[in-house]
C-alpha cells in the first residue's frame, strides 16, 4: 500500500512545475461514492494524504451539487484535492433511479480522465465501503485491482469504465449493466465483495441478474474469453471450460442474430457415455450447443420481459438503418419485445484432458514412495 501511494504522489510531482503544490497540502483522491437524498448529494471520498507519513482519510459531505461537495471535502481536508488518478466511482442505486446527472461534474473537470471503474452499491452501504479496512489501506485501490482480478480470473463478473458508461448513455438501443459492491461480514469481519450485476431500463426499472445469467450476458458481449460451465448429461454433470469465444450480431430482414462460437476443453466428466467414442463427442457438443443456447434465450426473454436492451441490439440495429425505427420519438425498451431474435451456438470440445498423464504421474508417486 505504501509503495502504491508513492507510485501516486511522484507521478504528480513528475507531471510539471506549472501548477506546483506542496506535497503536503495535497490530497490525492483515489475513491468517491455518491448517493443522493433529501435533494442533497451525499458525497464521501477517500483521500490519500502525505503529512509526516502517507495516510489515508475518509470523508463524508452533503450538498446542492458535486462541485459544492468537492469543494466541501476540500475545506474538510484542509488539502487541494488531486483528482487524475481516482480509481472507483460508486453510486447509489437510489441515486440512478433519481436520473440525477451526477456525472456532469466528472465531464467538465480537465483533470478527471474518466478511465475509472465505476459501480453501483445500495444506499444502506454506499457511505460505509471505503471505511472497511484501516486507514493504512485504501478500498478504492483494493476494488480497483479486484476488478482487474476477477475479470481475468471470474466470467461473471463485468467492468465498467465511467467512458463507456457515458458513451452507453447517449448511444440509442443499449442500456448500461453495473458491477456492485457489497459488504459482508467473514468471521465478524466485513470484507468487500462484487456483487451481482445490475441494469436499469429507460424508465429506471432496475434489473438483477444472477451469476448465471452474468455468465452468458459476458458471453454474448465478448467481454468472456474463456468461462467454465457445469452441463447436465441425464441426472450427472461434465464440466467444461470455453475458450477463445467470439459472439457476433446480424440484422437481416427483420431478424437478429446472435452467433457464437467456441472452442470446450473437458474438465471433469461423470456421464455414463463411453467417452473414447465419436458418437460420445458429438453427443457432448450437442449437449453443450444446447446448453449454451437455452442460457442465451433465457437471457434475451428476460431482457424482453423487462424491457431492458442491456446487450444493445437496438444499438447495433439502429446504426445499420436509422429508419427502421424512429429512436427520438419512440422508447426502444419498450419496441424490444416485437423483435425477432435467433441464437446460434457453435462449439467443439477438441480437448478431453490430461488423464493418461496424470495416471502416469501417480504411478511414478507410488514408486518413490515405495522404495
Same mark, same amino acid.
Given at each position: 500500500?505504501?509503495?502504491?501511494?508513492?507510485?501516486?504522489?511522484?507521478?504528480?510531482?513528475?507531471?510539471?512545475?506549472?501548477?506546483?503544490?506542496?506535497?503536503?497540502?495535497?490530497?490525492?483522491?483515489?475513491?468517491?461514492?455518491?448517493?443522493?437524498?433529501?435533494?442533497?448529494?451525499?458525497?464521501?471520498?477517500?483521500?490519500?494524504?502525505?503529512?509526516?507519513?502517507?495516510?489515508?482519510?475518509?470523508?463524508?459531505?452533503?450538498?446542492?451539487?458535486?462541485?459544492?461537495?468537492?469543494?466541501?471535502?476540500?475545506?474538510?481536508?484542509?488539502?487541494?484535492?488531486?483528482?487524475?488518478?481516482?480509481?472507483?466511482?460508486?453510486?447509489?442505486?437510489?441515486?440512478?433511479?433519481?436520473?440525477?446527472?451526477?456525472?456532469?461534474?466528472?465531464?467538465?473537470?480537465?483533470?478527471?480522465?474518466?478511465?475509472?471503474?465505476?459501480?453501483?452499491?445500495?444506499?444502506?452501504?454506499?457511505?460505509?465501503?471505503?471505511?472497511?479496512?484501516?486507514?493504512?489501506?485504501?478500498?478504492?485501490?483494493?476494488?480497483?485491482?479486484?476488478?482487474?482480478?476477477?475479470?481475468?480470473?471470474?466470467?461473471?463478473?463485468?467492468?465498467?469504465?465511467?467512458?463507456?458508461?457515458?458513451?452507453?448513455?447517449?448511444?440509442?438501443?443499449?442500456?448500461?449493466?453495473?458491477?456492485?459492491?457489497?459488504?459482508? =461480514?467473514?468471521?465478524?469481519?466485513?470484507?468487500? $465483495?462484487?456483487? %451481482?450485476?445490475?441494469?436499469?431500463?429507460? *424508465? /429506471? @426499472? !432496475? +434489473? #438483477?441478474?444472477?451469476?448465471?445469467?452474468?455468465?452468458?450476458?459476458?458471453?454474448?458481449?465478448?467481454?468472456?474469453?474463456?468461462?467454465?460451465?457445469?452441463?447436465?448429461?441425464?441426472?450427472?454433470?461434465?464440466?467444461?471450460?470455453?475458450?477463445?469465444?467470439?459472439?457476433?450480431?446480424?440484422?437481416?430482414?427483420?431478424?437478429?442474430?446472435?452467433?457464437?462460437?467456441?472452442?470446450? =476443453?473437458?474438465?471433469?466428466?461423470?456421464?455414463? $457415455?463411453?467417452? %473414447?467414442?465419436?458418437?460420445?463427442?458429438? *453427443? /457432448? @457438443? !450437442? +449437449? #453443450?450447443?444446447?446448453?449454451?443456447?437455452?442460457?442465451?434465450?433465457?437471457?434475451?426473454?428476460?431482457?424482453?420481459?423487462?424491457?431492458?436492451?442491456?446487450?444493445?441490439?437496438?444499438?447495433?440495429?439502429?446504426k445499420r438503418n436509422k429508419n427502421y425505427f424512429d429512436f427520438k420519438n419512440k422508447n426502444w425498451?419498450?419496441?424490444?419485445?416485437?423483435?425477432?431474435?435467433?441464437?446460434?451456438?457453435?462449439?467443439?470440445?477438441?480437448?478431453?484432458?490430461?488423464?493418461?498423464?496424470?495416471?502416469?504421474?501417480? *504411478?511414478?508417486?507410488?514408486?518413490?514412495?515405495?522404495?
Amino acid at each position: 500500500m505504501k509503495k502504491i501511494i508513492i507510485m501516486l504522489i511522484s507521478i504528480f510531482l513528475l507531471s510539471g512545475c506549472a501548477d506546483y503544490v506542496e506535497i503536503n497540502d495535497l490530497a490525492i483522491i483515489s475513491g468517491i461514492a455518491i448517493d443522493y437524498e433529501n435533494d442533497l448529494y451525499k458525497l464521501t471520498a477517500q483521500l490519500i494524504e502525505n503529512d509526516k507519513e502517507s495516510k489515508v482519510v475518509v470523508l463524508t459531505t452533503a450538498s446542492s451539487s458535486i462541485d459544492e461537495a468537492m469543494s466541501e471535502i476540500s475545506k474538510l481536508s484542509n488539502k487541494e484535492l488531486f483528482i487524475s488518478h481516482l480509481k472507483v466511482l460508486i453510486l447509489s442505486d437510489r441515486l440512478i433511479k433519481e436520473n440525477k446527472d451526477f456525472y456532469d461534474y466528472f465531464l467538465r473537470s480537465s483533470k478527471s480522465k474518466m478511465n475509472f471503474y465505476t459501480y453501483i452499491a445500495s444506499k444502506d452501504e454506499i457511505s460505509s465501503i471505503f471505511k472497511i479496512y484501516s486507514d493504512k489501506n485504501s478500498s478504492s485501490i483494493y476494488l480497483d485491482k479486484m476488478m482487474d482480478f476477477n475479470q481475468n480470473i471470474f466470467s461473471s463478473s463485468t467492468p465498467l469504465k465511467f467512458i463507456d458508461m457515458i458513451y452507453n448513455k447517449y448511444e440509442y438501443g443499449i442500456n448500461n449493466v453495473y458491477p456492485t459492491i457489497t459488504i459482508k =461480514k467473514n468471521n465478524d469481519e466485513e470484507t468487500l $465483495y462484487l456483487g %451481482n450485476l445490475v441494469s436499469f431500463n429507460s *424508465k /429506471l @426499472n !432496475k +434489473l #438483477t441478474f444472477s451469476e448465471k445469467e452474468s455468465i452468458f450476458y459476458n458471453i454474448i458481449t465478448n467481454n468472456s474469453q474463456k468461462t467454465t460451465l457445469d452441463i447436465p448429461c441425464g441426472n450427472k454433470l461434465f464440466t467444461i471450460e470455453v475458450q477463445d469465444i467470439k459472439t457476433k450480431f446480424n440484422w437481416n430482414k427483420n431478424v437478429f442474430t446472435i452467433s457464437t462460437k467456441s472452442l470446450g =476443453k473437458l474438465k471433469e466428466y461423470n456421464c455414463n $457415455y463411453n467417452l %473414447n467414442s465419436k458418437e460420445t463427442t458429438n *453427443k /457432448l @457438443n !450437442k +449437449l #453443450t450447443n444446447d446448453y449454451i443456447k437455452n442460457n442465451i434465450n433465457n437471457l434475451i426473454n428476460k431482457m424482453k420481459k423487462n424491457n431492458n436492451d442491456f446487450i444493445g441490439i437496438g444499438n447495433y440495429i439502429y446504426k445499420r438503418n436509422k429508419n427502421y425505427f424512429d429512436f427520438k420519438n419512440k422508447n426502444w425498451d419498450d419496441n424490444l419485445k416485437n423483435i425477432n431474435i435467433k441464437v446460434k451456438s457453435n462449439t467443439k470440445i477438441n480437448s478431453s484432458g490430461e488423464i493418461r498423464k496424470w495416471k502416469i504421474m501417480k *504411478k511414478q508417486i507410488v514408486f518413490l514412495y515405495q522404495h
